[in-house]
């Protein structure tokens, strides 16, 4: 039995590794599905693992958003109390998800350090009713992040909410068979706002962890993906 269950879609593997990095040096026990052994089942001793976690941690990339089998292992930890969830993507989390609390690390591509990175292992260690290692439970002067200006952080927060919720809009519309390239038209001008505010003055660091233009990232591949004419977006 595994203190701690990593659940992500393949894209993510670099973060996902990380992640087991940091909780092992906690001192917990982790699984991974690149332990799986050759030959064996994979899919039932995925689900032998997953129902054995003490804890179960979903990572949400933007490919996880779009894994039947990552989905499910979160409804599986979620109807068992076990879930814990990263959201690691500028996209709004899909229901039922989107109700419940998760860490907030847009911004991570998988570095050794993030500003989160201690509320994540605080949360885990609580999960787990484990103590978490004293030089672990400090942030590094490279996670402190400072200088940021609360008008800008502000304004950002509404306009990418309003883009997620445009995103989902037209997602829908894909669905249900119809939407045009023009419906595109006020989406591509709150991207080129948003843009704007990416030039920090000197001194800032507003965007200090990239977080900005991850999300930015993360809302053009959905977009590209929706668009009845990707050259919309351009």
């Not at 995925?46 to 129902?51: P, R, S």
């Not at 885990?124 to 004293?134: I, N, W």
């Not at 992040?145 to 445009?166: D, G, M, N, P, V």
Request: net charge negative; glycine share 6%; hydrophobic share 40%.
């Amino acid at each position: 039995m595994s203190d701690i269950f990593i659940s992500y879609a393949s894209p993510d593997r670099a973060r996902a590794e990380r992640l087991k990095a940091w909780f092992e040096e906690a001192g917990w026990s982790v699984w991974i599905d690149r332990e799986i052994d050759l030959g064996e089942g994979w899919e039932q001793q995925i689900q032998n693992e997953l129902d054995r976690a003490a804890l179960v941690v979903v990572l949400w990339g933007p490919a996880a958003r779009r894994s039947e089998w990552v989905q499910r292992e979160a409804s599986v930890a979620q109807q068992s109390g076990r879930l814990l969830q990263v959201h690691a993507t500028g996209l709004p989390l899909l229901p039922p998800f989107d109700v419940l609390q998760a860490v907030r690390m847009q911004s991570w591509s998988g570095e050794a350090g993030h500003s989160e990175r201690v509320k994540l292992l605080r949360a885990v260690a609580d999960r787990l009713g484990k103590p978490l290692p004293p030089h672990l439970n400090v942030t590094t002067p490279d996670e402190a992040l400072t200088a940021y200006h609360e008008e800008i952080s502000e304004a950002l927060e509404l306009a990418f909410y309003y883009c997620a919720r445009q995103v989902e809009r037209v997602r829908l519309q894909r669905e249900r068979g119809y939407g045009l390239a023009s419906d595109f038209e006020e989406i591509g001008s709150s991207f080129t706002a948003m843009l704007a505010l990416l030039r920090t003055d000197e001194g800032t660091t507003d965007d200090r962890e990239g977080i900005l233009h991850r999300l930015m990232e993360d809302f053009l591949n959905q977009l590209l993906l929706l668009a009845p004419d990707p050259n919309a977006l351009t």
